[in-house]
C-alpha cells in the first residue's frame, strides 16, 4: 500500500543487465524513519536493485520516485543531491586520499561542511582523519563510506551489504548507528547478517531471482527470514 508521504516509491521496475532481465516488477515503498531490509540469495538482484534506484543502472521501464521527484534516469550524483544517498557493497573509497580528503570530497559534493554528526556516530574517524583510505580496516573504511553518505543529511540512505566481512563489535556499533539514522531517515540495508535484521527491520522484502517473493512484516520477520529466505 502506498502512502503519500513515502520516502521512497518503486514502481513496476525491470532492470536488465546485459542480455539478461535481472529485475521484473519490483514494487516497493520506504516510509519516513523506517528501516527496510532486502534479503536474498546471491545473485538474486539485490545490489542490481539497489544500483537502479541511486541512477548507476538504467532502468528498461518502471520508474523511482522520492519526495515527489522522479529519479529515473537522472545520474548518480542527481539522485545523491535529491536527498538519496548510496552505500555500495565494495566498500570504495579513494585509496590514496586521507580520511580527511574523502570527507571532505563528500562535503564539496553535497554542500555540507559539517562533519560533527559524522564524528558523533563514528568518533573513531577523528582519530584516523590523516590515514590514507587504502591503509584502514574493512570496518573503519565502512564507517568513512557511511560517515560520507550521511553528509547533506540525505532523507533516504541505500547500504549494500554493510557488516558483511566485519567484526561482531563493529556490527553491534552499526546497528546503533542505523537505529539513530533512521530517526532522521529512511534506511534500506541489504543484509545476510539475519540477527542485525531481525534486530532492527520491521519489514523485510524477500527477493529472489529478480522477483520480490514476499514482503515480511513483525514477528514474521523473526521466524520466516531465517527459515526460507537465505
Ligand atoms: N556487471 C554485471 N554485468 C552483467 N551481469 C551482472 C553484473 N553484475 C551482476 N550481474 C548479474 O545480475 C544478477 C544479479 O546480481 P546482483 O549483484 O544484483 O546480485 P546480489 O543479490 O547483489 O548478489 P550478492 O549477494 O552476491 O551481492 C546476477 O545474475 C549477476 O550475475
Ligand atoms: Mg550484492
Known amino acids: ?14 532492470v536488465s543487465r546485459g542480455e539478461a ?3 521484473f516488477d519490483i514494487n516497493m515503498h520506504l516510509a519516513p524513519n523506517e ?16 544500483k537502479s534506484i541511486s541512477g548507476f543502472l538504467q532502468a528498461d521501464s518502471g520508474d523511482v520516485q522520492s519526495h515527489g521527484h522522479v529519479l529515473t534516469g537522472l545520474r548518480p550524483y542527481e539522485v545523491a543531491r535529491l536527498g538519496v544517498k548510496y552505500v555500495p557493497q565494495d566498500k570504495r573509497v579513494f585509496s590514496d586520499l586521507t580520511v ?16 560533527d554528526p ?3 556516530y563514528f568518533p573513531k574517524l577523528q582519530i584516523l582523519m590523516d590515514r590514507k583510505a587504502g591503509h584502514l580496516s574493512g570496518g573503519e573504511r565502512q564507517m568513512l563510506m557511511i560517515g560520507r553518505a550521511i553528509l547533506g543529511r540525505p532523507k533516504v540512505l541505500l547500504i549494500d ?15 546503533y548507528v542505523f537505529t539513530e539514522l533512521s530517526k532522521s531517515a529512511s534506511v534500506l540495508i541489504v543484509e545476510q547478517n539475519l540477527p542485525l535484521v531481525c534486530a532492527i527491520s520491521k519489514r523485510v522484502y524477500a527477493l529472489k531471482e529478480g522477483r520480490f517473493v514476499a514482503e515480511l512484516k513483525d514477528d514474521q520477520v523473526r521466524t520466516d527470514v531465517c527459515e526460507h529466505y537465505l
Open 100 to 115: 580527511r580528503e574523502n570527507l571532505e570530497l563528500g562535503s564539496y559534493a553535497s554542500g555540507d561542511y559539517d562533519w
Open 1 to 14: 500500500m502506498l502512502e503519500p508521504h513515502d520516502h521512497l516509491i518503486v514502481n513496476n521496475l525491470n
Open 21 to 23: 532481465h535481472v529485475l
Open 161 to 175: 551489504e554493510p557488516t558483511e566481512g566485519l567484526a561482531p563489535s563493529i556490527v553491534t556499533h552499526l546497528k
Open 118 to 120: 559524522v564524528i558523533t
Open 35 to 50: 528501516i527496510v531490509a532486502c534479503v536474498g540469495r546471491n545473485g538474486a538482484g539485490k545490489s542490481t536493485l539497489l
